[in-house]
């Protein structure tokens, strides 16, 4: 009586098992293209990461050196100005390597092994869902792939800008102990407006993080405020003690400022709505 009703349920189970199937099929060109998303999230986030270590690496060596022995010129002022400019060429390869592991790694969560059972298969893949798995993948990643590279731009952009107009003003006979001069300039700098440039890493992580909590239709709403007021706090911020230096670290602080914040800003914004739209669609 059991065989009977077994084989009777069978062709059920079978049928049941090729429309899942079928199913998966269909969806595979969604969940490509989550996972494309979700690995370019985990490419920024881990190259944002890397740029904030190597940030952090040059200006504690630049500040140590400039205060070592009573020395202006040390050689890790040299170095100090290397790790910053290093540092974009190895967070972009950290951020593409990341992307290009992400993939295969997210497409192994998906997988279901068939058996030839029907019953066991059907379990199989009624307790896995690839699409739902990997956009849930992709939108935990969402803070991170935002917070992240702003957070390292915040840091690398303003000294780094500051790095181009230097050496492209300096004699070529003094190139070389510009390298040093530079590293003592990031190490007055962080002693100057180090402040300034944490309290701009602080409004664009905390208006990243929020991102996440906005609608997608709504992600635009207040850009211009937002990255306003980060440039108007780190200014503000920068007074002290810019004030007693006639005022020109909070004025260095806003006209680089204006070079890179609104476009840091737009371009988060501009992605997180297309990686967004593209989920959406799936």
Do not use: K
Request: with cysteine.
């Amino acid at each position: 009586m059991t065989a009977c009703a077994y084989r009777s349920l069978e062709p059920v189970l079978r049928q049941r098992v090729a429309e899942l199937r079928e199913r998966r099929e269909h969806d595979a060109v969604f969940v490509d293209v989550a996972r494309r998303i979700a690995s370019r999230r985990i490419g920024r986030a881990v190259g944002g990461g890397v740029g904030v270590a190597i940030a952090v690496a040059a200006f504690a060596i630049g500040l140590v050196a400039f205060f070592r022995r009573g020395e202006l010129v040390h050689p890790d002022l040299r170095t100090s100005t290397e790790l910053l400019y290093l540092a974009w060429p190895v967070a972009l390869v950290a951020g593409a390597l990341s992307r290009l592991l992400a993939r295969p790694l997210l497409a192994l969560g998906g997988r279901v092994t068939m058996s030839g059972n029907p019953s066991i298969d059907l379990a199989r893949l009624e307790s896995a869902d690839p699409l739902r798995e990997v956009c849930d993948v992709a939108m935990s990643w969402e803070r991170r792939s935002a917070a992240l590279p702003m957070a390292a731009l915040s840091l690398l952009a303003p000294l780094s800008i500051h790095g181009i107009v230097w050496f492209a003003l300096a004699r070529p006979e003094t190139a070389d102990s510009g390298m040093d001069d530079f590293g003592t300039w990031i190490a007055v700098s962080v002693i100057l407006v180090g402040h300034a440039h944490l309290a701009l890493l602080v409004c664009a992580v905390r208006w990243a993080c929020r991102l996440r909590s906005v609608e997608t239709g709504m992600l635009w709403v207040g850009v211009g405020r937002a990255w306003g007021t980060a440039l108007l706090v780190s200014g503000g911020i920068a007074c002290l003690p810019g004030v007693v230096l006639l005022a020109i670290p909070p004025i260095l602080v806003l006209v680089t400022g204006l070079a890179f914040v609104p476009l840091m800003y737009h371009w988060t914004a501009r992605t997180i709505e297309r990686e967004r739209r593209a989920l959406e669609a799936t």
